[in-house]
């Protein structure tokens, strides 16, 4: 880390930042510019580096202090330089075929679920997707079929040969959804639930993190080290909108992060330009620009009739729209050298 | 609500959506404008608008579906003119006294928390915060001691008389946090961990809600009503600083929200200068400034040697600050006609 | 306009909302609701619309105000639903082809900008892009070449059979960059300088109009609407990045915009990935995302030597890089239907 | 500037940018960690930095460069440690007592300006705010009375001993607008508006330049440093809300920002609680706020008759609420040593 010091720093007190760097055991480079002094320190370790920043940025003769390695280890490219597939049960997430993940934002009944996931499948999809327990902004709101849900997922992904993702938000929960589906999704608003993020840390379930809806890739990637560091190897993150000022798309779907973040870390990213945009006019451009950018894989809302959907009715898809788009996304895939 | 016809929609689709909210057993009044035509809707309850302004929305020939009422009710001054006060075992939140919380960021041993809230009690204080639960953006910090941090902060709180305030993290502990401490505290990451706040709903113990670093106003009180309708009455708000593009303060501490809320909600609100500004050099001020614009009560970190804290030192105030802080803001407070 | 009343109002509240619609000569259509009482005010035309809405949120029984017609009008669909395509000189920008803007950021001196142009030209730009006047957040960067720049461009322009796009940012120049440009720029930080665009509204040299860093889509169309207003039809939008909470890319390039805006105006959309992301190594990933979206055409800088350049050496592509962006965007457009 | 290598950076990569730094007259101070090597670059003057960072930026061993020193010098409290007073004839910006700046929104006729001129003078206010040209998000909204606005202004400052502050768009119009009034106000929409910026830098007479709406505060200082190095040092800052997600209040007051900025600056600092918050129940409560965080001055929109203003009515006080406020605000001025 580097430690800036004020302008007015005298020499007792740039030593003074020097000994306490000393005292805990790491190495001093100072360099002496005209208008500031910094200090280097070296060797600090991630555990503590933390801690230390904060008690040197706490004296009023240190103007500021800058961590230089970046605050994760499993989840980034010097950790291992080459992408990270994920084997889903034979699906493939994270090579030159890129994963489509669809179905219903939310499990309303047996049949609306299958008639969604047929259509899905036939259309390309290999993963099914679908919500039993729903996080809702309103207490009113509906909250999802909750086991009722999970079953009916693994029913219809046995029957027509689908991986299952779904969410989980109560930690008491995860062992119980392992039974059920194949990929663990965690929500924007539990990205920064810590206890939530070690509990799937302890299962070998894949586990889709998706990106706090104001989180920064630094603290994303930092929310994947949870997972990984508490030894589930199986991470892949999904950007799915951040929050801005702009109110016409229910969020900014933040493409540039897909090959920034994969420039930092192995996992593979999947993006989701259902909840990215919140309309269906939409979820087909961006579709194509996901895929164009560079994602490994997409997760899409599939409703057979949105007019009638619980939830996100106005960001699903029909059926006749997603097997349309999946035409189309074709051949961009192919334009980029990938297969859907 | 109020649905917004696309330009071009035709009277055969004008009564198409008419025909919907009349089936869904709710008044139709239409208004013919001279370049759209605006239907509003009459009667639907709470717990089904978002999915009927979601069905209406999927719509091709619907510009737009705007919600008229409130989404929450309990947290509502309409459900309530007069302010909430909060007896929190004879200390009240929400009176004609502002009611100050203080102590360290983080519980690191006996001495220090007990030479902080000693200096904090001294000083006016009279609610002890401390975190054995503390959550971290990276896996390698300290999160807390945990049980033996609570059971520290209940043994000074009751040697000096302090009422203890400490977040809970893990829906699990909320029983075990309850026997320890007199408010419970929701940080931001998990404001919209809405299996956490029903658990903090079932439970009597006063509740400190932290909005959620990039929450909507109308977001924080539907958090707000996910506690409240479980049961538990005892909410107060807590602006901690939203975030924003600006790097120089870690947060914006929005203080703008505390009248605003205040004009929407009966329930009191308390300010964060702490986590909201980031560093040491700003608490000062804006606590001055959080009084000033009509805040209930603040929590700040005091820390006896803020340059050794484990966590958050650079904005830490020490011992000796908060005295002066606490002399400087008694004119401020009587200025506004409220006490200390 | 819809006058959402406060919960509390009275009847004579209500009747005098109604009257002063009444008196300002518009019609007035209440609904009255069971929490609410709802005013719809019909026939209130857009210059006076901002007064009234504003007059009626000034009075403390009303709610809030909701205006339900777009604030623009020669810009929108209602007013032209076919797509506008703007020729420039032979050179069409909005059809079935994606114009392919590509350049220097800064004319340094001529020879650096003809190996730039020339390397352009022959991957297939038919637009050369170079700031003669620049715009700098320090006053102490290099502001440009000004007339010099303009004549250097103008002729590799011609020479080259290109047109020329270029940056205007002082209203007192725009005759004289029209002289030797064929598309006059507004940046991002002028696009609310609203006496600059009222000039170039003046004159029929097609303009593009980048989105401010913090602007809304409303408020960017409204912008063109000052210019279209003035007598210059030939206006272009393009989306350059926003200002978010993330700091790992210089800006977050809203891609939804691309899509969401032309389903709100007639004009072509045109976006900047070099400013979008301000870094090489995402410039191409987002290029092709951008073709994929829907984009009409593109602006990318292009420096024959990055490392020597003296402005935004970090975001531009070399020259070979380009021709290789080139080669592998044809396919992407092909595979949604158009042509570079 | 400190030059961080990519992890993967070979020994001979970085003798290239080593030899890079020399080259152009720089010092080198390389630190060599184990996991990445750091490189100081010591005396690089400011007009170079941009450029020579970008430069190292660009290549591909290097993984970023950071700036040490602030971008701005003469704004700054290394190049001038005590504040900044300044004297608009015979009153004080700066000093120990809070300059009161109020009147209309919009200058609309002589007797709505004198009618809330005269209001503010009686309860303490010592210059007049009213808009001659109004920057107006619509090309339909009212654009102001121009030059008559300006004789209107200069007439009333005159008869009640006010100074008078206006804002001045058209940089043509500078000399024009300082024959009227005593302070140039520059508005948010043109803060990066250099050429503007420039102008005002020519004159003598004091600016109160307002932040971006999305400008970080180091922009802001080099805007004020644009201005400062045209050669008029009469300089204050204004704060007026920054644009974040948030939609009750119009705009998020950064009340943070006044102590942070002026910690980096000695220029007085203003705040607008009117265009902060867009609403006039909660100018009063954060009048009070800016002045208990040190603010220097306010600037607050007063209308006679709100309801009828033709812009801003919501957010303007009316001459009782103005009074009143004054009133209130005494003792809080008092209570932090200063006063009105």
């Known amino acids: 880390m ?21 005292d805990w055991g790491y190495g001093v480079h100072p360099i002496y510019g005209s208008e500031r002094t910094v200090i280097g320190a070296v060797g600090v370790p991630e555990a503590d580096k933390a801690r230390y920043m904060e008690s040197l940025e706490s004296l009023p003769y240190v103007e500021q202090v800058i961590a230089i390695l970046r605050p994760y280890k499993f989840a ?34 047996y049949e609306q679920t299958w008639e969604s996931a047929k259509a899905c499948k036939e259309a390309g999809a290999t993963i ?11 207490p009113y709101s509906f909250h999802g079929l909750g ?20 969410e989980v938000m109560d930690l008491r929960n995860v062992e119980l959804v392992c039974e059920y589906a194949d990929i663990l999704q965690i929500g924007t608003r539990n990205m920064q639930n810590y206890d939530l993020l070690r509990e799937v840390g302890k299962v070998k379930t894949p586990v889709m993190l998706k990106r706090g ?41 933040d493409l540039s992060a897909v090959p920034a973040v994969k420039e930092l870390t192995h996992l593979p990213v999947i993006v989701d330009p259902s909840q990215g945009t919140g309309k269906r006019s939409l979820v087909m451009a961006l579709t194509k620009a996901a895929v164009a950018v ?7 809302e599939v409703h057979p009739h949105p007019e009638q959907a619980i939830k996100d009715g106005a960001q699903s898809l029909t059926c006749e729209n997603f ?13 980029i050298g990938r297969s859907l």
């Not at 580097?2 to 000393?22: F, G, N, S």
């Not at 010097?78 to 597939?85: I, P, S, V």
């Not at 009722?148 to 029913?155: A, R, S």
């Not at 997972?227 to 109110?247: A, D, H, K």
Request: hydrophobic share 40%; charged share 25%.
């Open 76 to 109: 980034s490219r010097d950790y291992r330089a080459e992408n990270t597939d994920i084997d889903v049960k034979g699906v493939l997430i994270g090579g030159n075929q890129i994963a489509m993940m669809a179905g219903p934002c939310t499990v309303e009944t």
């Open 294 to 300: 560079g994602a490994d894989g997409l997760i899409i």
């Open 323 to 335: 097997t349309q788009l999946m035409r189309e996304l074709k051949p961009v895939a192919e334009a």
């Open 147 to 166: 086991v009722e849900g999970l079953k009916i997922l693994k029913d219809i992904g046995d029957k027509l040969d689908m991986r299952v993702i779904t």
């Open 213 to 253: 809806m104001s989180s920064k890739i630094e603290e994303w990637l930092q929310a994947a080290e949870y997972i990984l560091l508490g030894g589930n190897p199986n991470v892949m993150l999904c950007e799915r909108g951040i929050r801005t000022f702009e109110t016409i798309t229910r969020n900014t779907l």
């Open 128 to 138: 099914l997707r679908g919500g039993a327990y729903k996080p809702s902004t309103s």
């Open 2 to 22: 580097i430690v800036v010091m004020a302008a007015h720093a005298t020499e007792l007190q740039i030593q003074d930042v020097e000994k306490r760097i000393q």
